[in-house]
């Protein structure tokens, strides 16, 4: 029997089109959350929990409270990116899109949402929470410290994201590190300004801010015996002084992203860039004043989820595809894999996808029924296996 009726896809359809068109920023979700908690109602869950950890919205489901509680998470923020897609469903608001798919994962947990409710499950509670905040980092770690989270206390939680270059549909899984740790550096630096005329009355940082450049993103091949796995830094920014010609600068800022597969990693690569950086600034007696901003944990898959999301896909006939290396990007899924056994997994948005967070991108409907399918057999699943 199918899980949803063809007039819900309709609805789901419509609805994460709607969200297309209606995209907010990281932390503004206020109109998506709204909309969600509307649509969710009609499925009659036990219990709704609005304003978590900003505007997450979660959906409990009681079936038979012996059973374990599993958390499934949809992120449902936009981001800063000019759509150029000139489709009827394309973004109302300037300069804000969904490109990355975050409008059909929310999609998806509302259509579990539906299928839950044409197919009650016999045991356990489910949690489908409608996460925000996910691409700054923020949303995640939120969620987790607001007082109301632990009304929801999950056992296990999973989830999934959308993934070009990969057959639509198909099911991208990987046990343990699935997606890299990163971590935002700021670094500012004050030496003195001066004449342009007289630099050597002024201290410029340029030497310092050009050496650090370099320096950074060849730490980790420098020390690559102190690292267990992949190691990246990539400056992202890099400002000195203003612009006035007659004036020696005398600040500068730079900021990198340091990537990483394993957590232990991170903390090593993040130590080592530190000391790098003061000892540059000491070399050139120069102030510092080191940030850290965008933590996300890396993603580590648990074993037996990772099984029964497996066998589920198998029986339902989907494409597997079981990848070896974890992916560059980063998810804040991670700071649930690192609380809980939980299972961040892929799916295929076809090959000839444009990229996530490309300009042109666009959710593929065709795998909305899919994700949900998956979804509500491996919940059935994993509320019938013991806590
Ligand atoms: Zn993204
Ligand atoms: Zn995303």
């Given at each position: ?184 550096m700021i670094v500012e630096i004050k030496g003195a300004s001066s004449h342009a005329?007289n630099p050597e009355q002024g201290n410029s940082p340029y030497k310092m801010l050009a050496e650090a450049m370099l320096q950074l993103t060849e730490l ?13 830094v990539?400056i992202?920014h890099a400002k000195l002084g203003e612009?006035a010609?007659?004036t020696n600068p005398g600040k500068a800022i730079l900021m990198a ?13 993040k130590k080592k860039a530190e000391i790098l950086v003061k000892t540059l600034a000491e070399e050139n007696k120069l102030k510092i004043d080191i940030s850290w ?95």
């Open positions: 029997m199918e899980l949803l009726t063809s007039q819900q896809l309709k609805e789901l359809l419509a609805l994460r089109k709607w969200l297309h068109q209606n995209p907010e920023l990281s932390g503004n979700e206020q109109q998506t959350s709204r909309k969600l908690e509307d649509f969710i109602q009609q499925t009659q869950p036990h219990k709704v929990i609005t304003g978590l950890g900003g505007h997450g919205v979660a959906a409990v489901y009681v079936y038979d409270e012996q059973g374990p509680t599993i958390l499934v998470r949809a992120d449902m923020d936009a981001l800063p990116i000019e759509e150029v897609n000139t489709f009827a469903h394309k973004s109302e608001n300037d300069g804000v899109s969904h490109k990355c798919g975050h409008d059909g994962h929310s999609a998806i947990l509302a259509g579990l949402a539906l299928a839950l409710k044409n197919k009650p499950l016999s045991a356990g509670r489910v949690v489908l929470l409608f996460q925000p905040e996910e691409e700054t980092g923020q949303g995640a770690a939120k969620v987790i410290a607001d007082e109301a989270f632990k009304m929801i206390q999950p056992d296990k939680a999973i989830a999934l994201h959308n993934l070009p270059g990969f057959s639509k549909a198909a099911i991208v899984l990987k046990e343990g590190p699935f997606a890299a740790a990163s971590t935002g005329a980790p091949e420098k020390k690559k015996d102190i690292f267990k796995d992949f190691c990246l990539t992202i612009v010609f007659g992203t340091l990537r990483t597969f394993l957590n232990e990693d991170m903390d090593k690569l901003t965008e933590e996300f944990p890396a993603t580590i898959n648990d074993k037996e989820i990772t099984e029964v999301i497996r066998n589920v896909s198998e029986d339902l006939g989907e494409e597997i595809i079981e990848i070896e290396e974890p992916f560059r990007w980063s998810e804040d899924f991670g700071h649930f894999t690192s609380r809980f056994p939980a299972v961040l997994f892929g799916i295929g948005s076809g090959k000839d996808s444009p990229g996530l967070h490309n300009h042109d991108y666009d959710f593929p409907d065709e795998i909305l029924p899919h994700a949900v399918q998956v979804f509500y057999h491996t919940l059935k699943k994993l509320t019938t296996n013991k806590k």
